[in-house]
């Protein structure tokens, strides 16, 4: 399994990223100081990084700059809250292999993380099959017994949640915080929405509505 070292300071946001990786199937650590990243980093003991700049002690560029200096390869994915070309341009040339601005959907991280982790990663499990349905995340396509199925991203991204948790009952909020991310109005009825057309589109049969509990795949 795969090891994703989360270096960010905000409670709220690194435990919303690492759930959301460890739903994907990775395992996580969690650091929130520049110099714990650092340590964690140079250990050879991830697949990948996802580094805030914004971090107390040194920042997430002085932690790049370091981690590169000492031969480390690991794939960094920067995370700032500015957004400046400018900004960009130094993370890049830092040495990190991706930005991602903030605020960003969960979604946007994962395929950028599955991106940069397809060169290091045999592509175990990246196609998901429950009950004549699969799912290939890599290819970002569908097929319901053996025809393709054209999913929009939001509703792959639905779809993938379900699959990675077939006969698990998934609550409205759980799938509103995985697939939608942080901001999105909890009293929205989008989810329900949202398995209405993956309905349509696999077979009202395949999502079953657990009452008053949320949805499973079977
Ligand atoms: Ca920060």
């Known amino acids: 399994m795969s090891r994703i070292l989360i270096a960010e300071d905000e409670e709220r946001i690194s435990s919303f990223i690492e759930k959301g990786l460890n739903s994907a199937g990775f395992r996580t650590t969690v650091v929130n100081t520049g110099l714990d990243a650092l340590d964690f980093a140079v250990t050879g003991g991830y697949d990948l990084m996802v580094l805030d700049i914004g971090l107390p002690g040194i920042d997430g560029y002085e932690v790049l700059r370091r981690i590169r200096s000492q031969g480390v390869a690991v794939p960094v994915i920067v995370l700032t809250a500015r957004t400046s070309a400018e900004d960009t341009l130094a993370s890049l040339l830092g040495g990190a292999n991706d930005y991602m601005p903030k605020p960003f959907r969960f979604d946007e991280l994962l395929a950028r993380v599955r991106l940069r982790m397809t060169d290091s990663v045999h592509p175990v499990d990246h196609v998901l099959t429950v009950s004549g349905l699969q799912l290939d995340t890599l290819t970002r396509r569908a097929t319901v017994s053996g025809g393709q199925v054209d999913l929009s991203a939001r509703e ?63």
Do not use: C
């Open 156 to 218: 792959f991204s639905l779809a993938e949640e379900f699959f990675r948790h077939p006969d698990q009952v998934l609550s409205r909020e759980q799938l509103l915080s995985r697939v939608w991310g942080l901001d999105f109005d909890p009293g929205s009825n989008v989810v329900d929405v949202y398995v209405g057309y993956l309905r349509a589109k696999f077979g009202a049969e395949h999502i079953e509505t657990v009452r008053g509990m949320g949805y499973r795949l079977r």
